[in-house]
């Protein structure tokens, strides 16, 4: 089964995430900050990324990493179509707005990832 990242600075919501994709059977890795997530991107199948990191604004974490070979969804607060556009223009797949339902994170990790994974 396919590995995700989660980088969210969110304790209670990286808990939850991880439970949700954990009770799918994915296998679950988890960054607090932008500095944590470059150590595990390379092992990720597919990336939830949160755009307001303590350390780091998440779509500059994006385009800083090179090679990326996983898709990432973007995972924000912000609503505006600005912000989305943004994230799809950095390399986002898709774009999630919290709050999100379990359903709607499931349908895009579904949808986002390889179909090999």
Known sequence: MATILIIDDDDDLRL????TLGRESY??????TGAEAAELW????L???DLRLPDIDGLDLLRGI???TAPVIAVSAHSTSHYRAAAIEAGCADYLTKP???TELLDAVRASLPATS
């Open 42 to 45: 390379p092992s990720a199948d």
């Open 66 to 68: 090179g090679n990326r």
């Open 100 to 102: 999100f339902t379990a």
């Open 47 to 49: 990336i939830l990324l």
């Open 16 to 19: 939850l995430l991880r439970l």
């Open 27 to 32: 296998t679950v890795l988890d960054a607090a």
